[in-house]
Nanobody, 123 residues
């Protein structure tokens, strides 16, 4: 069982920045592809970004390209999401997730998921 804990959410004005972190409870973190998803109540979960186990490959949703950066530190079992130039439409609960398969990440498949952290962007 892998536990993922997200931190770093909060309230920020449009145009501001936040950095989310996700710490895993296990050393197998370095063998897992990782991703960030977000969800607004009543809406479908939306893929945000993914990073391969070794940190070599990344993918981003078109809506966040150029504004968000996903990274990881396998020595600390921690995943990050740097969010810049935030917009009101970025308001959501952000979840990190662990995956064994890279190909199905954007389909919403995951093996483990954290409890989420709220990000609210005000006008």
């Amino acid at each position: 069982q892998v536990q993922l804990v997200e931190l770093g959410g909060g309230l920020v004005q449009a145009g501001g920045s936040l950095r989310l972190s996700c710490t895993a409870s296990t050393r197998t973190f370095s063998n897992s592809h990782m991703s960030w998803f977000r969800q607004v109540p009543g809406e479908d979960r939306q893929f945000v970004a993914a990073i391969s186990a070794a940190g070599v490959a990344t993918e981003y949703a078109d809506s966040v390209k150029g504004r968000f950066t996903i990274s990881r530190d396998n020595t600390k079992n921690t995943l990050y999401l740097q969010m810049d130039s935030l917009k009101q439409e970025d308001t959501a609960v952000y979840y990190c997730a662990a995956h064994r398969r890279w190909a199905t990440i954007q389909n919403g498949d995951y093996d483990y998921r954290g409890q989420g952290t709220q990000v609210t962007v005000s006008p």
